[in-house]
């Protein structure tokens, strides 16, 4: 098991606050990179969060290396569908909060890779449950907007399963960001599963190939203080 020197991400935004966007695209295109790999042979996180994203070293910069940790809870799918509702109720997809809350029309453990995916089965839902929502690579996908939205405000958009259920994540907070980083967000931050970005869709916006340099940042300077309410137990 490889050993990784460094802190959390969450350590990290909870004694510095907000990432200036470049650095906060240099550790999602990583995050996505990591996912991509883990999708690409059939394996879920499930609970990606800011706690379980090790950033190496002792500062956050452009050097910055990211390294994907606790995979407690991953799932490695050949064949059969998933059994079991799990994940961080602040950051679980709002498919996966309504199964664990009970919510009518929702079927527990279903699950979809919502595209070929080579090696493993194409698990497609019961021809009689069709409108009804399945889990599927893309609960990942929610997970690490998450993080991108930790990265760039310096705090958590939920913090319960109901609150992503029923509310929507502050845009005020997101005022000093550029359209572009804004606009990834809302993408990977949509609560309907068939409009939400795959991994892929999400490596190909035009925010993340954007140059390093291009002056796209938070304006730390303009920020209030009580909007850093990113809390690291």
Known sequence: MEEVQGKELAEHIALQGPLKEPVARHILIQVLDGLSHMHSRGIIHRDLKPE???????????ESRVKLIDFGVAKCLKEGPLKTVVGTPS????????????????????????????????LSPP??????PF???K????????????????????????????????????V???????????????????????????K??????????DGCTIDLDNIPEDDFDFVYD
């Open 52 to 62: 379980n994203v090790m950033i190496t070293g002792d500062v956050i910069d452009l």
């Open 91 to 122: 950051i679980m997809a709002p498919e996966v909060a309504k199964a664990k809350l009970g919510h009518a029309g929702v079927v527990h453990g279903a699950f979809n890779w919502d595209g070929p995916n080579p090696g493993f089965s194409v």
């Open 127 to 132: 021809s009689n449950t069709r409108s009804e």
């Open 135 to 137: 889990f599927s690579p």
């Open 139 to 174: 609960v990942d996908v929610w997970s690490a907007g998450i993080c991108l939205y930790t990265c760039l405000t310096g705090r958590l958009p939920f913090r319960t399963e109901m609150e992503i259920i029923r509310s929507e994540y502050d845009r005020k907070a997101l």
């Open 176 to 202: 000093h960001c550029s359209e572009e980083a804004k606009d990834l967000l809302e993408k990977m931050l949509e609560k309907d599963v068939s409009k939400r970005l795959s991994i892929e869709q999400c």
């Open 204 to 213: 190909a916006h035009p925010w993340v190939p954007c140059s390093e340099i």
